[in-house]
Nanobody
Framework: QVQLVESGGGLVQAGDSLRLSCANS????????MGWFRQAPGKGREFVAS????????SYAEPVKGRFTISRDNARGSVYLQMNNLKVEDTALYYC????????????WGQGTQVTVSA
């Protein structure tokens, strides 16, 4: 099982960058594919990006392609989301999530970190 804690959110202006971090305090981090999701006020949770357990593949939602980059450091048990050229519509609560690399569903979630982008 993983215990996930996000950090790095904040208030920035449009065009700025932020780097989110997600630290895992559980064991066997390499058993998990990792993802970032977000939830804007009044909207449902949506997929942002994911990375396989061995970093062999990544996936991105269309609105963030070319601006966001997901990466992980298995030695540190951490996953990151580099967000460049932020837009007002990126404002949301960002969640880190983990799923077993043998399964399809994300089963472990962090508490989230708020990202607010002002015009």
């Amino acid at each position: 099982q993983v215990q996930l804690v996000e950090s790095g959110g904040g208030l920035v202006q449009a065009g700025d960058s932020l780097r989110l971090s997600c630290a895992n305090s559980g064991r066997n981090f390499t058993n998990y594919d990792m993802g970032w999701f977000r939830q804007a006020p009044g909207k449902g949770r949506e997929f942002v990006a994911s990375i396989r357990w061995n970093s062999a593949a990544t996936s991105y939602a269309e609105p963030v392609k070319g601006r966001f980059t997901i990466s992980r450091d298995n030695a540190r048990g951490s996953v990151y989301l580099q967000m460049n050229n932020l837009k007002v519509e990126d404002t949301a609560l960002y969640y880190c999530a983990a799923k077993s690399r043998y399964l399809n569903a994300y089963g472990d979630w962090g508490q989230g970190t708020q990202v607010t982008v002002s015009a």
